[in-house]
Structure formats: C-alpha cells, structure tokens
Nanobody, 113 residues
Framework: QVQVVESGGGLVQPGGSLRLSCVFS????????MGWYRQAPGKQREFVAV???????NVADSVKGRFTMSRDNAKNTVFLQMNSLKPDDTAVYYC???????WGQGTQVTVSP
C-alpha cells in the first residue's frame, strides 16, 4: 500500500520561503511521476507542480518563477521549494503519485503578516 507523508508547512510572512517534503512509502518510487497540489479554504484542490520520472518539471502559472519541485530517488522523497510567498499561497499542500493514489494528510502553509 502506497502512502505519502507531507511535512514542512508553517506560518510565514509574505515574501518568505518554505521547503515542503513528501516521503513516499511503497515500492518503485523512482517509477512514479509525482505531483504537488493545494487546497485553499472553500476552493477546489488545484495543481501546483509535477515532476517526471526523469526529473523534468512543470509548475502552475500562478507559482512559476517562485516554486521549484525536485526529487531524491535515494530517499523516496519529493520537495517543493517555495520562495516569494504570497497570502494567496495559503492552503493545505498535498503530494501524490501521477496518476493519483491515496491522499495523505497534507501540510498547512499560511502566509500572513
């Protein structure tokens, strides 16, 4: 059974940075594309970033130039480096395989003065 555990969220001021981590417990991590998603209060869950098996990435237009996704296959972990954070980035952030498997608990990111 595949499980993902997100961490690294917190409260940060506008303009600040956070680095989220997601540990994948299951076989064949290196054979899965992985994605980051977020859900703000009262809104649908939305795509943030994706990384392919080969390490190529794509990010949503709303975070382009500010967020970077990476992976460490030796540690079964993906990361989301978030810089120049804005209040609109406030959400619960989730990672998942692509295509989706079971969702984890997510990690809360709050951007506020």
């Amino acid at each position: 059974q595949v499980q993902v555990v997100e961490s690294g969220g917190g409260l940060v001021q506008p303009g600040g940075s956070l680095r989220l981590s997601c540990v994948f417990s299951g076989s064949r991590f290196s054979s899965n594309a992985m994605g980051w998603y977020r859900q703000a209060p009262g809104k649908q869950r939305e795509f943030v970033a994706v990384i392919s098996i080969g390490g190529g990435t794509n990010v949503a237009d709303s975070v382009k130039g500010r967020f970077t996704m990476s992976r460490d296959n030796a540690k079964n972990t993906v990361f989301l480096q978030m810089n120049s954070l804005k209040p609109d980035d406030t959400a619960v952030y989730y990672c998942n395989t692509v295509p989706w498997g079971d969702w984890g608990q997510g990690t809360q990111v709050t951007v506020s003065p």
